[in-house]
């Protein structure tokens, strides 16, 4: 004995109906028993019908000849000449069902028991069409009356079974139609007076779950339109997948938590019997689809699954009168219950203090009307507050059984939504922790199952989002290395970077699904613009997971940024220096955001470009050592200059030439002045554990004041004017034996940048190119220093160390 039960797709049309068929009649432990849904659409459609002829809106019998016609179309195509039986049998079906409208259209009334026995129809018609059709294909086949089988109570609209009664019809009915096919209208049961009830929206599947377990099926399938129950919800999650083998308890956790695929009461009766429950795609049968048993075989999987309900809303009940008195708890759920409000979830804080229960959200007015009163009392004396409901959340929980062996789960949870600033409102795990439940904002649940679902079910790719400001000399190289190492990212890191938003200070480009990286040039120039506030707007509304501001400005308002955005827990990769060397107070303020918000703010390539001196700083006080002295030579552009000027071409051309291989800042001003070096050591020195200011560094400048006293054009013609100058402090230094270095020190609080003559043998006068070099001493490092060395600036070398941010805040 085999129990299939199809879905309204699957048989909304003739063509589907005859595939339904095919698969029942291919079934290999006959006898079957076909339990059908009503044609998709249909009974949304009658309660249309129902409720517009009771309110006395004509336009019922339009609706209702639509719906005929609908069901005449199917029945012509399935009937082999157009004139088999079946159109017959739907006008007749019609017939009746014109004659009650038009009752309810009299009434002007659509009690619950009359809105059951008008939904019937929609499965009456589908099964008696499918009972009709497989008899015509020459199938033993029998229509059996599904309100001659399943006994219910009189609650209309989601009438309760009785089990002993719904047996022996079933026996009954099985000892006098040894058929080997019966089809059966699905949701629909009779009361002990014969007066049609229903089970449930979705009670098609139930129904075939009683027929299953009244009769020792098998096996019960539940034919429909997806490959089985899946990972995640698919129009949520892309790569959610179904799951092929699920235990009992976690399909009832995940049907009751959002999975549409099984209405929630199907898996009891087939589980007391130990009944296996196979869904399957009608559409796709060769696929495995989920297979509900007993025991399934124990895999590495500890999560089988991420369920999403929304509509939800929080009651908190609070206050210090409920703590150690009992029977609190008990009237609070009496008062809900006698509303007749579903309670979908509970916590209780362990002092006693509150409770708070989430409940669908239609329901929040009437519950706190009923909760209020029923604590009126207290409420009054002010031993409780009024109960405080808060709207427009919804619940992400994990499911699987193997969760109960397996600690860190919840770390696991609650770290990957925090990390993705995802506020947890209310939580709840039962001692089974088959399920761990968390109540967020309806706004972030699509974010939430995506991060979710990478953290638990994907070992590779993990989707990162990158909206980048700036793609001048170095954003443009950082896209191209991106572009390159795509594949690499996601084989080998599993990480699947996708940059959102790429934009200049004149046009704006955006893709939620990733830009092409190969063509973004010629599609940036024909973007629209979009200022600042609206770009830091955009990250926060697209509330995509993973999400990183990457700055590759020189702009302080770029920079301005950061703390609303580290707020919401995006991380910040800047390359541009001004939020960590403008005053110290901001600086601490994003420190201490990107703490409280768990969000990375990195900023490697802010000193030496893609070296290692942050981190190694970094490393070193973390693991508490002290950083007494510092001397650097920080400035790619100067130590360039400085290299290659030997009188024999102008200083101003050197300089330029810095400009164009790209060392220098978009204002060349800024590294002649030391300016840049400043910032680099005030960075250094706060990293280091000072708070310093500007205005601690003392810069001795050696342009003379002229040269800076104008615009950038003015600068390097001034440069040229004063060549002298610049060939006098040459000539000075050779005639010393000894090199030009732009050095910034720094000891016991205080830092100074300037020009020196370093002598042959100074660890800092063999330093080529651009390069840059720091020596640390600390309280580990005396006599010894740590050096770190090597290239400074550049487009292509910042861009790596500003790709190397990213995958630190990727992976964090
Ligand atoms: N060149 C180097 O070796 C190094 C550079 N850096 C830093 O990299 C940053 C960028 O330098 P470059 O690429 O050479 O400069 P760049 O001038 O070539 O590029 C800057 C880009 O930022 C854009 N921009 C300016 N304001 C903007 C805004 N409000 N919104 C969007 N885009 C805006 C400009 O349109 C331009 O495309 C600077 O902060 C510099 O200090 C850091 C380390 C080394
Ligand atoms: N202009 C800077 C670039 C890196 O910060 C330099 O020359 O060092």
Not at 276 to 298: C, H, M, Q, S
Request: aromatic fraction near 6%.
């Amino acid at each position: 004995m085999q129990v299939l039960k199809f879905g309204g797709t699957s048989v909304a049309s003739a063509e589907n109906i005859r595939k339904s068929i095919a698969i029942a009649a291919a079934a290999k432990q006959g006898p079957v028993i076909m339990v059908v849904s009503a044609l998709g659409g249909t009974t949304d459609a009658l309660i249309g019908i129902g409720r517009a002829a009771a309110t006395a809106d004509g336009a019922y019998r339009e609706t209702l000849n639509q719906l005929e016609e609908r069901h005449l179309g199917v029945a012509q195509e399935l009937s082999a000449d157009g004139q088999g039986p079946e159109s017959a049998l739907v006008r007749a079906q019609f017939e009746e069902l014109r004659q009650l409208c038009n009752g309810i259209f009299a009434l002007g009334e659509l009690s619950t028991r009359t809105l059951d026995k008008l939904m019937s129809y929609g499965e009456l018609l589908s099964s008696r069409l499918v009972a009709s059709v497989a008899a015509a294909q020459g199938l033993d086949a029998v229509w059996a009356d599904a309100r001659q089988l399943i006994r219910t109570n009189s609650r209309f609209g989601m009438a309760e079974v009785d089990m002993a009664v719904t047996e022996r019809l079933v026996a009954g009915f099985n000892a006098q139609h040894p058929a080997a096919m019966w089809v059966v209208p699905g949701f629909i049961g009779a009361d002990a007076q014969g007066v049609t009830t229903t089970l449930g929206r979705g009670g098609s599947d139930y129904t075939a779950a009683l027929l299953a377990a009244a009769l020792k099926a098998h096996v019960l399938e539940i034919w429909t339109d997806v490959s089985g129950m899946m990972t995640a919800d698919p129009r949520l999650v892309r790569s959610a997948r179904p799951i092929a083998r699920i235990s009992y308890q976690e399909a009832m956790e995940l049907s009751h938590f959002g999975a549409k695929v099984l209405y929630p009461p199907t898996i009891q009766p087939v589980m007391r019997r130990g009944i296996p429950l196979w869904i399957k795609n009608t559409f796709a049968p060769a696929d495995y689809g989920t297979l509900v048993e007993v025991e399934p075989p124990r895999t590495a999987a500890v999560v089988q699954g991420i369920s999403s309900i929304g509509n939800l809303a929080l009651l908190n009940l609070e206050g210090s009168g409920m703590v150690g008195v009992p029977g609190f708890s008990m009237r609070l759920f009496a008062a809900l219950a006698r509303e007749r409000i579903n309670v979908v979830l509970i916590t209780q804080s362990s002092s006693e203090h509150s409770i708070c229960v989430g409940v669908n959200e239609p329901d929040t007015t009437p519950a706190q009307v009923a909760v209020d009163q029923e604590f009126a009392v207290e409420i009054a004396a002010g031993r409780i507050e009024p109960l405080r409901p808060e709207r427009g959340l919804a619940i992400v929980a994990l499911v699987g059984e193997n969760m109960k062996d397996h600690p860190g789960i919840s770390g696991k949870l609650f770290g990957a939504l925090g990390q993705n600033g995802i506020n947890i409102r209310a939580t709840a795990q039962g001692a089974s922790e088959k399920n761990i439940s968390t109540v967020i904002r309806a706004a972030d649940v699509r974010k939430a199952v995506n991060v979710l679902h990478e953290a638990f079910f994907e070992a590779t790719g993990k989707q990162v989002n990158l909206f980048l400001l700036g793609p001048g000399n170095v954003g443009s190289k950082l896209l191209e290395q991106l572009a390159q190492q795509q594949r690499h990212l996601l084989e080998k890191l599993g990480l699947q970077l996708r940059v959102v938003a790429i934009a200049n200070s004149r046009h704006c480009l955006v893709n939620e699904a990733g830009l092409d990286l190969t063509t973004w040039p010629a599609e940036l120039g024909e973007a629209p613009p979009l200022p600042l506030a609206d770009f830091t707007q955009l990250i926060i509304d697209r509330n995509l997971r993973n999400s990183i501001l990457v700055d590759v400005t020189a702009d302080p308002a770029a920079a301005g940024c950061y703390a609303q955005l580290l707020e919401k827990s995006v991380a910040v990769v800047a390359c541009n220096k001004v939020a960590c060397s403008s005053d110290y107070a901001s600086y601490a303020r994003l420190k201490s955001l990107s703490k409280e918000f768990n969000a990375s703010f990195l900023f490697e390539t802010n000193v030496g470009a893609a070296l290692p001196i942050i981190g190694t700083l970094n490393d070193l006080t973390r693991s508490g050592d002290v950083v007494r002295r510092m001397e650097a030579v920080l400035s790619g552009t100067l130590n360039f200059v400085f290299n290659h000027y030997d009188g024999t071409r102008p200083f101003a051309e050197v300089v330029r030439q810095a400009q164009i291989e790209g060392y220098t800042e978009p204002d060349p001003r800024l590294d002649l002045s030391g300016s840049d070096v400043a910032r680099k050591i005030l960075i250094l020195a706060r990293e280091a554990g000072q708070a310093m200011e500007m205005s601690d560094i003392q810069i001795e400048p050696f342009l003379p004041p002229a040269c800076l006293a104008g615009d950038v054009a003015a600068f390097y013609s001034q440069m040229a004017a004063h060549e002298a100058h610049f060939r006098a402090l040459y000539d000075a230094a050779t005639a010393a034996g000894k090199r030009l270095k732009f050095v910034a020190r720094y000891a016991d609080g205080k830092a100074t940048v300037g020009l020196q003559q370093v002598a042959l043998g100074h660890d800092l006068y063999d330093l080529r190119g651009k390069d840059n070099v720091v020596l640390f001493y600390t309280d580990r490092y005396i006599a010894q220093p740590l050096v770190v060395k090597g290239a400074g600036a550049g487009a292509e070398v910042t861009a790596s160390g500003v790709f190397a941010d990213i995958i630190r805040a990727a992976r964090l």
